[in-house]
């Protein structure tokens, strides 16, 4: 394997594992990943094997990004998303499905948005899970970010999913959290796949055997 290419990575390995796996079967090879994708995430994961392509490689994080996301609704997560702590959210009147679309177009666009504390941005040189996870407090700061396009695919409570098309930076962990306050209910990320980043899609990524 040279150059630039997508691999759809399954759920449960890190990016890191992939890029590891990639590397034993390349040795001697440079080979790096483009745009990181939790453990708990499937989908397109960006590789290139190669000094040269690896120089290339920081252009992809740039580029558009598509996702498919099922938000659960009802519950908050420490973590935004499966794998934290639960809080049961009381819920008068379970939203219909008018009242989610009404809230979706205030997520399109420029937007700000507060990353989750359990995220690898740093902060004073360390990443932010690693004060989480020895229970600091935290302040985590709003950046701007851009949401291009948000479809509904299927609501059935307390399951929401949706295609979200956009811009570099954004969490769709976040996205799920605010979601879920908008509409006073709680949410999370229960599942997320990335479909597409730039042109490369799910449809030419690539299997890696091995992989469990």
């Known amino acids: 394997m040279k150059g630039i290419f997508a691999v759809n990575k399954p759920k449960g390995p890190t990016s890191n594992d992939i890029v590891q796996i990639i590397k034993r079967e390349n040795k001697g090879e440079k080979v790096g990943h483009a745009g990181t994708l939790d453990p708990l995430a499937s989908g397109v994961l960006v590789i290139a094997v190669g000094r040269e392509s690896t120089k290339k490689i920081a252009d992809q994080v740039k580029k558009e ?3 498919i996301a099922k938000i659960k609704l009802g519950q908050n997560s420490t973590t935004d998303d499966e794998e934290g702590e639960k809080e049961n959210i009381e819920v ?3 939203p219909n499905l008018d009242d989610v679309k009404k809230i979706l177009p205030k997520f399109i666009g420029k937007i700000m948005q507060i990353p989750p504390i359990y995220s690898a941005i740093k902060i004073k040189g360390k990443e932010a899970y690693k004060y989480a996870r020895k229970g600091q407090e935290l302040e985590m700061k709003g950046r701007e970010v851009e949401i291009k396009n948000i479809k ?3 609501y059935s409570w307390p399951i929401l999913e949706i295609n979200v098309v956009c811009g570099p930076g954004v969490y769709i962990r976040s996205l799920s959290r605010d979601i879920g306050k908008e509409l006073k209910t709680g949410g999370y990320l229960a599942d997320l796949q990335r479909t ?3 042109d490369y899609t799910i449809e030419k990524a690539i299997e890696i055997k091995g992989i469990k």
Do not use: A, H, S
């Open 65 to 67: 990004k598509e996702y």
């Open 92 to 94: 008068g009147n379970n």
């Open 152 to 154: 509904i695919l299927d």
């Open 196 to 198: 597409r980043v730039g």
